[in-house]
């Protein structure tokens, strides 16, 4: 089993950063990729951000690519995301997902955090 604990959300202005962090705690299984994706109001679930855990290779979605840095820690099992030029469509709730494989196809994710909230006030 895992367990994912995101923090780091929170209210901004535009123009504003955040960084959100996840803890991966009581991991029994192999962590091959990490991911962020995000939910805003009335749309759907969208990848965001996405790291390899032996490598730290990523991968960003066009609509978050120059604003956007997915980092690790394996140390301390925790990946981070961090947000900068925030924009109102940046808004959503924001969740780190456990990955079996390098990809942003949600169903190989099979461990999910709860989200925290990210509101940019334009």
């Known amino acids: 089993q895992v367990e994912l604990v995101e923090s780091g959300g929170g209210s901004v202005q535009t123009g504003g950063s955040l960084r959100l962090s996840c803890g991966i705690s009581r991991t029994t299984v192999a962590v091959n990729a990490m991911a962020w994706f995000r939910q805003a109001p009335g749309k759907e679930r969208e990848f965001v951000a996405l790291i390899r855990w032996s490598s730290g290779t990523t991968l960003y979605a066009d609509s978050v690519k120059g604003r956007a840095t997915i980092s690790k820690n394996n140390a301390e099992n925790t990946v981070y995301l961090q947000m900068n030029g925030l924009k109102a469509e940046d808004t959503a709730v924001y969740y780190c997902?456990?990955?079996?494989?390098?990809?942003?196809?949600?169903?190989?994710?099979?461990?999910w955090g709860l989200g925290t909230q990210v509101t940019v006030a334009s």
């Open positions: 997902a456990v990955g079996s494989q390098y990809s942003t196809y949600q169903p190989s994710y099979r461990t």
